[in-house]
């Protein structure tokens, strides 16, 4: 049996009038302008959408860090039930990773112990927040990085969660 191999690449031909001045000529070097301006009006708007793009990151980060120094900055004395916080757990194996999580204050058990539910994020900004189960924990007040404003509590299905006015910066363990 012999086949016969046929050449997959072939060269695109373009068809080139003969005469400069014929209208096939003509209206071909149109065709390949247009496509030239058409190609650079492309590339000028993906320009320009990047920039948006990143001057919409740069002022969401002004606003975050704004955000942020005002919610570490509230004293963490005045703890009563019910405040949001945000807490530090350091591990202590040889990593020494520290963690952050959102908390609410259940009940202050002693001038240095608070009692505490943690809470974990479940969208992609640090916006809301839901409780983790059975995940009670007694703290000393030296674990406490600063206190949140009241979150509003929204009910999703069966779930309540609690959305902060603007991103929390946290380190969940997954």
Same mark, same amino acid.
């Given at each position: 049996?012999?086949?016969?191999?046929?050449? !997959?690449?072939?060269?695109?031909?373009?068809?080139?009038?003969?005469?400069?001045?014929?209208?096939?000529?003509?209206?071909?070097?149109?065709?390949?302008?247009?496509?030239?301006?058409?190609?650079?009006?492309?590339?000028? /708007?993906?320009?320009?959408?990047?920039?948006?793009?990143?001057?919409?990151?740069?002022?969401? !980060?002004?606003?975050q860090s704004e955000t942020?120094?005002?919610?570490?900055?509230?004293?963490?004395?005045?703890?009563? @039930?019910?405040?949001?916080?945000?807490?530090?757990?350091?591990?202590?194996?040889?990593?020494?990773?520290?963690?952050?999580?959102?908390?609410?204050?259940?009940?202050?058990?002693?001038?240095?112990?608070?009692?505490?539910?943690?809470?974990?994020?479940?969208?992609?900004? /640090?916006?809301? #927040?839901? @409780?983790?189960?059975?995940?009670?924990?007694?703290?000393?007040?030296?674990?406490?990085?600063?206190?949140?404003?009241?979150?509003?509590? !929204?009910?999703?299905?069966?779930?309540?969660?609690?959305? #902060?006015?603007?991103?929390?910066?946290v380190f969940e363990k997954?």
């Amino acid at each position: 049996m012999a086949s016969t191999a046929v050449s !997959k690449s072939k060269r695109k031909r373009e068809y080139t009038p003969s005469v400069i001045t014929s209208d096939r000529w003509v209206q071909f070097h149109e065709l390949k302008e247009a496509d030239k301006l058409k190609k650079y009006e492309e590339r000028e /708007n993906r320009r320009k959408a990047i920039q948006d793009r990143k001057r919409v990151a740069e002022e969401k !980060k002004g606003e975050q860090s704004e955000t942020n120094q005002s919610w570490s900055s509230i004293s963490h004395h005045n703890l009563k @039930p019910n405040d949001y916080i945000i807490v530090k757990f350091e591990t202590s194996n040889k990593g020494k990773l520290i963690y952050k999580y959102v908390a609410s204050v259940l009940k202050i058990a002693d001038v240095n112990d608070i009692e505490i539910q943690c809470f974990e994020s479940i969208d992609k900004e /640090n916006t809301e #927040f839901v @409780p983790i189960d059975n995940d009670v924990s007694m703290i000393g007040i030296e674990s406490i990085v600063g206190k949140l404003p009241i979150p509003e509590l !929204k009910l999703s299905g069966r779930q309540l969660k609690s959305v #902060f006015p603007g991103v929390v910066d946290v380190f969940e363990k997954f």
